[in-house]
T-cell receptor, first 113, second 115 residues
Framework: DQQVKQNSPSLSVQEGRISILNCDYT??????FLWYKKYPAEGPTFLIS?????DKNEDGRFTVFLNKSAKHLSLHIVPSQPGDSAVYFC????????????FGGGTRVLVKP | NAGVTQTPKFQVLKTGQSMTLQCAQDMNHEYMSWYRQDPGMGLRLIHYSVGAGITDQGEVPNGYNVSRSTTEDFPLRLLSAAPSQTSVYFCASSSQDNTPGTEAFFGQGTRLTVV
């Protein structure tokens, strides 16, 4: 029973266009959400996060949106670049969950030149 | 600036063999954890530690042991390897308080195949 789900295993987008990655969660006790990016043969690296008291957080080309009522968050990458081709993991944490990270299954993004 | 270092990078084991995956961090982080990554399953927590001498189970602990004798090291032991343990293993560390949203730093991973 996955508490964090990324329903799209893959996404293909043209360079310069917007990439939208979606993530749903079931545990209402989560109060912090993070996105990690992973290249092949490397460990995941932190990308961006958002607290449950906010509905948007922006960092350069990356913006995360949180809809608490729908238990849904999304990551927007604008404009997408070939170097953004990677697997993106959504993760959630919260005090009630012992501050442990719970990850989604990942979405593989391919940005075509 | 090494961060989190895992060894080995690749390993093939026969069913029933034992081995230890090594993990070391040089950031003086109190919180360390082990994950396994399987296709479509994301990263699942195996064991974690909130400090030297303290360990606890994660989501999928069966078949694995850990110990934390120093702040820097957090080895993961497979006592009797099984094909179901074929996976990519990641070690991670984060700062002491591990408050929600604290960034975790990951090692490069160990790809383990059990035949």
């Amino acid at each position: 029973d996955q508490q964090v789900k990324q329903n799209s295993p893959s996404l293909s987008v043209q360079e310069g266009r917007i990439s939208i990655l979606n993530c749903d969660y079931t545990n209402s006790m989560f109060d912090y959400f993070l996105w990690y990016k992973k290249y092949p043969a490397e460990g995941p690296t932190f990308l961006i996060s958002i607290s449950s008291i906010k509905d948007k957080n922006e960092d350069g080309r990356f913006t995360v949106f949180l809809n608490k009522s729908a238990k849904h968050l999304s990551l927007h990458i604008v404009p997408s670049q070939p170097g953004d081709s990677a697997v993106y993991f959504c993760a959630a944490s919260g005090k009630a969950a012992g501050n442990k990270l719970t990850f989604g299954g990942g979405t593989r993004v391919l940005v075509k030149p | 600036n090494a961060g989190v270092t895992q060894t080995p990078k690749f390993q093939v084991l026969k069913t029933g063999q034992s081995m230890t995956l090594q993990c070391a961090q040089d950031m003086n982080h109190e919180y360390m954890s082990w994950y396994r990554q399987d296709p479509g399953m994301g990263l699942r927590l195996i064991h974690y530690s909130v400090g030297a001498g303290i360990t606890d189970q994660g989501e999928v602990p069966n078949g694995y042991n850990v110990s934390r004798s120093t702040t820097e090291d957090f080895p993961l032991r497979l006592l009797s390897a099984a094909p179901s343990q074929t996976s990519v293993y990641f070690c991670a560390s984060s700062s002491q308080d591990n408050t929600p949203g604290t960034e975790a730093f990951f090692g490069q991973g160990t790809r383990l195949t059990v035949v």
